[in-house]
């Protein structure tokens, strides 16, 4: 019998090393045969970066079929630790052994210009930036607004788009609304293909994108969605048990109203005290950025002060007029927002007011509130007559 189950388990033993082994020359195989990327792309591996990321960022562009074995291989082989900083063009083919070696390499980064459009609240840019080699900064050599149509394209940038080796980002900001991406979509040549409809407001994660030429507007839409959706999941999950709203539906509109109050990104969990603290003790949330939303439907910048008759309007959005939360969010908000919203800071404020310095001032008492007011008044009065 014993001698049975001796024979048994080396039987076992040997076939499972056989399986290991045929495993190992799989991967080996994987690691050095050509990689599946079908064009040309700049790897941007930032100041701290590790091979780990840099192997998911791979995967996720498409430049290697498997990360982990791209992991394991730049960990076999001892390059890990020598992952520089900078911009490395990968051509088309490239094994994952080849991207390792460029990577870790003793040769100065391989591409060193990108284009970076950037949407934000007050419009849209298209910057060309170079690479100094030296020092592994950035530095902008031309910028232009493409919904402008006065303005003149510079031919760095023509030139940047046509170069294989160009690294093209679209970086959205917070509180963007949805409308404004669009808008800025359709504005880029780097983009094609039409959008059907608006995604619905703050379903649209503001984020940094890399893309190519040719990028199709709705996939990249649906590529936002799709971040915003896991990481709202991921944010609900992690929620305070005292969190002020009862949906992620809620937590999204509540976010979006702090990244429109919020100047100071440090102060967003203290801002979304002062909106927890409303919700649960029934005061109206009294937040301009909701009126402005209820003027514009997130389809401009009103470039104004906000008028009397506004504060009393009653639109949908208008928290000087409703109860609790509007119907939707009013703009896309970032993850700290998110964040924010559902693990507010705790604290008895119920008021706050701008202070002159980009935050806020925060109360507990009406009397503590018309004093901070009254500052704020005073500092306006102050820069009109220094403007004058």
Known sequence: MWRNLASNFLTILIVALIGVAVVIGWGQRQYVAEGPLEEPMCLQVPRGGSMARVADQLSELGAVSNA??????????????????????????????EIVAEITGDGLSTCGTEIIYLVSVNGQSMRVRELDTESQEFATTAEFDPKDEAAVVPEVYASAVEDVGTRFRVVVAEGVTSWQVVEALRASDLFEGEVAAVPEEGSLAPDGYEIRPGADRAEFLANMASAQENFLASAWEARAADAPVETPEEALILASIIEKETGV????????????????????????????????????????????????????????????????????????????????????????????????????????????????????????????
Do not use: C
Not at 80 to 86: F, I, R, T, V
Not at 348 to 372: K, M, P, Q, R, S
């Open 68 to 97: 982990t074995i791209y992991r394991l291989g730049a960990q076999y082989s001892g390059k890990s630790p020598s992952l520089k900083a900078g911009s490395f063009l990968i051509e088309e083919g490239t094994s994952m052994q």
């Open 265 to 388: 990104a440090d102060e967003r969990p203290l801002v979304a005290s002062v909106f927890a603290n409303r919700l649960r003790r029934g005061i109206k949330l009294q937040t301009d950025p909701t009126v402005i939303y209820g003027v514009t439907e997130g389809k401009s910048v009103l470039g104004r002060g906000l008028r009397q008759s506004e504060l009393r309007a009653r639109t949908p959005w208008n928290t000087y007029v409703i109860d609790g939360l509007p119907p939707t969010p009013i703009a896309n908000p970032g993850r700290a927002s998110i964040e924010a919203a559902l693990a507010p800071a705790e604290s008895d404020y119920i008021f706050f007011v701008a202070d002159g310095t980009g935050g806020h001032a925060f109360a507990v008492t009406l009397d503590e509130h018309n004093a901070n007011v009254a500052k704020w008044r005073q500092i306006e009065r102050d820069r009109a007559n220094a403007d004058n």
